[in-house]
């Protein structure tokens, strides 16, 4: 299986620039995905195939990366950004989900 | 506009099996491959596998090969999922999600919690 890798947690200021990292243990072409998880809610798509924000994310949300490092950028960071974020890729079988990024602010 | 609306959530005995569902609405239902996910407490997310509604093929990871059993009921545009021999392991939230625009999960549902204890 493809492992996605992602730092665990990370603590920011409001306003301030934050990037969070995905590395593939293989190749996954443009086909990996961002979403965004509050507690006590299901997981919300932000970015699809690397860069394309989804219906309705704010433009401070942004992607990037092709091929095993992807990164999901948030510039700037808002109160309500304090969430867990996981990417997962769509290109290997099974589809698979990094442990997720636990974003906190300071 | 789509909406997935799963069952509540479920307290179930050891080696018992428990099954959900997830009432899609919104789209047409059997154009669409409707996934599962599990979540264990604390952590991260795990595929399942998926239906397509119209022929009722499905796709799983090997984690999960006999022990979840995915089916639709094409008249009610709903999606189940049963999950068999359940352990403590199993304990989790369940969510069914969507690939509408494909290659990724862009609907979810509020997700079931399945609490497997005696």
């Known amino acids: 299986d493809t492992v996605l890798t992602q730092s665990p947690a990370l603590a920011v200021s409001p306003g301030e620039r934050v990037s969070i990292s995905c590395r593939a243990s293989?190749?996954?072409?443009?086909?990996m995905h961002w979403y965004q998880q509050k507690p006590g809610q299901q997981p919300k798509l932000l970015i699809y195939k690397a860069s394309n924000l989804a219906s309705g994310v704010p433009a401070r949300f942004s992607g990037s990366g092709s091929g095993t490092d992807f990164t999901l950028t948030i510039d700037p960071v808002e109160a309500d950004d304090t969430a867990t974020y996981f990417c997962?890729?769509?290109?290997?079988?099974?589809?698979?989900f990094g442990a997720g990024t636990k974003l906190e602010l300071k | 506009q789509v909406k997935l609306l799963q069952s509540g959530a479920a307290l179930v005995k050891p080696g018992a099996s428990v099954k959900m569902s997830c009432k899609a609405s919104?789209?047409?239902?059997?154009?669409?491959?409707v996934s599962w996910v599990k979540q264990s407490h604390g952590k991260s997310l795990e595929w399942i596998g998926e239906i397509y509604p119209n022929s009722g093929a499905t796709n799983f990871n090997e984690k999960f090969k006999g022990k979840a059993t995915l089916t639709v009921d094409k008249s009610t545009s709903t999606a189940y999922m049963e999950l068999s021999r359940l352990t403590s392991e199993d304990s989790a939230i369940y969510y069914c999600t969507l690939m509408y625009t494909t290659d990724y999960f862009d609907y979810w549902g509020q997700g079931v919690m399945v609490t497997v204890s005696s």
């Open positions: 293989e190749g996954v072409n443009s086909y």
């Open positions: 919104g789209y047409t239902f059997t154009d669409y491959w």
């Open positions: 997962q890729q769509s290109w290997n079988d099974p589809y698979t």
